[in-house]
């Protein structure tokens, strides 16, 4: 199980710190990952960090937001600065275990709105 938190209402320009703990499954041998989604939208990959601690970043992310892990605490974090209205969407944590013979698991999401 993955919970994310941290969502909430920034102005333009604000930062926010968005969490995933995971619950029942250890992350060491996961490709975690944040992705988000507007309604009516697909649902789009904003960043992932591999078992390795590399990282990938959406063009939209680039510069601006930053994925990181601690397998210890089994935890993931996506540090969002500068925000936008268009980053307004709900953000959800993916646990991708494919590679080491696990399943995926996703997040029940966390809504980011920033607005003036």
């Known amino acids: 199980q993955l919970v994310e938190s941290g969502g909430g209402t920034a102005l333009p320009g604000e930062s926010l710190r968005l969490s995933c703990v995971a619950s029942g499954i250890g992350i060491t041998n996961f490709v975690m990952g944040w992705y988000r989604q507007v309604p009516g939208m697909q649902r789009e990959m904003v960043a992932h960090?591999?078992?390795?601690?590399?990282?990938d970043y959406a063009k939209f992310a680039k510069g601006r937001f930053s994925i990181s892990r601690d397998n210890a605490k089994d935890m993931t974090w996506l540090q969002l600065n500068y925000l936008k209205p268009e980053d307004t969407a709900v953000y959800y944590c993916?646990?991708?275990?494919?590679?080491?013979?696990?399943?995926?698991?996703w997040g029940q999401g966390t809504q980011v709105t920033v607005s003036s």
């Open positions: 993916k646990a991708d275990g494919r590679y080491s013979g696990n399943g995926i698991f």
């Open positions: 960090i591999t078992t390795e601690g590399f990282t």
